[in-house]
């Protein structure tokens, strides 16, 4: 049974052909996590910004959209023509688009670390593995999880929902918000044993969370699909020596979702930047595929597509523009240029989902995201 019966999630290799007969968002997310050609590019949506750009793509005025800001996010994503959504991003006031994201929130971390001693010292007064895992509610945080999802689909209709699953299913790199960047750098540096406890000490949690994960998804049955990773490269490639994260911080990663890998989920890994000197150790952990494609550093798509899974299956690629480069800058030709790129590149080597390479923040030309997404869908069909 594939993962459509709710009964486990094995998603077998079919034959390719061409379908004449328009499908619905979930068929069409179906097939193509099992190899078979659906009638054009699934297209995902979840990353539009500002209310702004998000009134401007749900045809609604200021007034209308604050009336209902989360409707009024979901509306400008369907209003794009995705299949699935992986998350909605509605402004808390006029010109809000990143949270509390201010430079006093950003140096907040300065009350309480001023070194890599001040993060080592944090550390190593964690709890152990099986402390944390010991006062995990995991009913509670189940329960929780499951509201969430029902009433968010709920609101989609017939819009898949795909909860984005980055740290929450597998331990986090990205602790520069708590510790400054210079901070945690050098306490990698100097301390890595240190940094060993810290990526391992919500692991169990991690893990049991994986396990749920599972569990829910299969009582509602949701397509075994979902975003994971963490920035860990940059314009020049990773922030730290592949080796460090090979030795400290990959195997924890393996370790907390594995539950989903033995599942059959299609875990698509996210990181911006170069990230060309990680992929085979990204792979070896069981993620299924990328996501955040910066060509404009130098990642080469095809490249990346020609690698496979740890089973020796073909990656499941989320691809898009660019949206500090092309989307935000470019003409509509250009991005329709693009855009038959990536599908032309990817199409018949991955399992292809047409999502923006990262925000789409609000200065970005709503006319450009129009032409993407309304592109992939026509030239796929084709």
């Known amino acids: 049974m594939d993962c459509r019966t709710g009964l ?7 034959t390719r052909g061409s ?62 023509g995705v299949d699935a959504i992986i998350a909605l991003h509605p402004a808390s006031f006029p010109g809000e688009y990143r949270g509390d994201a201010s430079k006093e929130t ?33 009913s509670a945080w189940l329960a929780a999880f499951r509201s969430h999802i029902e009433t968010t689909q709920a609101m989609l209709g017939d819009i898949v929902y795909l909860p984005t699953l980055w740290d929450i ?13 210079m901070n945690y750098l050098m306490f990698l540096k100097l301390y890595p044993e240190a940094a060993e406890k810290l990526f391992w000490s919500q692991n169990l949690v991690e893990r049991r969370k994986a396990e749920l994960v599972v569990q829910l998804y299969r009582e509602l049955d949701i397509p075994p699909l979902t975003l994971i990773g963490t920035d860990i490269a940059g314009r020049d490639g990773p922030m730290v020596s592949p080796a460090f994260l090979d030795r400290y911080y990959f195997p924890a990663v393996r370790h907390a979702i594995q539950p989903m ?17 990680l992929v085979d150790s990204v792979l070896s952990t069981g993620a299924a595929g990328f996501q955040g ?58 399992n292809l989902f047409i999502l923006p390479g990262n925000n789409v923040l609000p200065d970005c030309p709503p006319e450009n995201v129009r032409t ?11």
């Open 8 to 14: 486990r999630y094995t998603l077998p290799h079919r």
């Open 19 to 80: 379908c004449q007969m328009a499908l619905s968002h979930r068929e069409r997310i179906i097939r193509t996590l099992s190899q078979e050609r659906p009638d054009r590019v699934a297209l995902l949506g979840g990353w539009v910004l500002g209310d702004q750009l998000q009134a401007d793509l749900a045809g609604m005025t200021p007034e209308e959209y604050w009336r209902d800001p989360l409707r009024a996010a979901f509306e400008a994503e369907r209003s794009l």
């Open 106 to 138: 950003f140096e907040a971390y300065k009350e309480r670390f001023n070194s890599p001693e001040d993060v080592r010292d944090y550390v190593l007064g964690l709890p152990s593995p099986e402390e944390a895992l010991a006062s995990f509610d995991a």
């Open 169 to 181: 299913v597998h331990p986090t790199f990205e602790h520069y918000p708590t510790f400054g960047y």
């Open 261 to 277: 890998v033995e599942a059959g989920f299609h875990l698509v890994w996210h990181s911006d930047g170069m990230i060309h000197p």
């Open 293 to 350: 494609f910066q060509t404009e550093y130098g990642v080469d798509l095809a490249w990346i597509a020609g690698h496979r899974r740890r089973d020796g299956q073909r990656l499941t690629i989320w691809a898009g523009l660019s949206t500090a480069a092309l989307l935000r800058y470019g003409t509509p030709d250009e991005i329709r240029q693009e855009t038959e790129r990536i599908i032309d590149t990817l199409a018949d080597t991955s």
């Open 372 to 382: 993407m997404y309304r592109h992939a869908a026509e030239y796929s069909r084709r």
